[in-house]
């Protein structure tokens, strides 16, 4: 059974970082593209970053330049390291175990964390 457990929200001023962990159980971790997603109140679901199981990866265009994803395979850990952050991206950020179509595009699987929440103050 997948477990995936996130850490490392909390409360920053905007500008400031954070680091965001998620370790995985339960699964062939390092065969798994894996993603991170975040949901604000009143808001959908939105992938913010992916990377693939030989590391490749993926962004939203609002975060380009800013977050950057990673993962340790023999931690079974995937990092997002988020930097110059603003106000409007304070939401609970959760970790999913996906993987890659043909075209190179993630795709969630149902294997969600419980999220962790960032909150970014003004």
């Known amino acids: 059974q997948v477990q995936l457990v996130e850490s490392g929200g909390g409360l920053v001023q905007a500008g400031g970082s954070l680091r965001l962990s998620c370790e995985a159980s339960?699964?062939?971790?390092?065969?798994?593209?894996m993603g991170w997603f975040r949901q604000a109140p009143g808001h959908d679901r939105l992938l913010v970053a992916d990377?693939?199981?030989?590391?490749?990866?993926n962004y939203a265009d609002s975060v380009k330049g800013r977050f950057t994803i990673s993962r340790d395979n023999a931690k079974n850990t995937v990092y997002l390291q988020m930097n110059s952050l603003k106000p409007e991206e304070t939401a609970v950020y959760y970790c999913?175990?996906?993987?890659?179509?043909?075209?190179?595009?993630?795709?969630?699987?149902?294997?969600w964390g419980k999220g962790t929440l960032v909150t970014v103050s003004s």
């Open positions: 339960g699964s062939t971790f390092s065969l798994n593209a």
């Open positions: 990377i693939s199981s030989g590391g490749s990866t």
């Open positions: 999913n175990l996906g993987y890659r179509r043909s075209d190179n595009q993630y795709v969630a699987m149902n294997y």
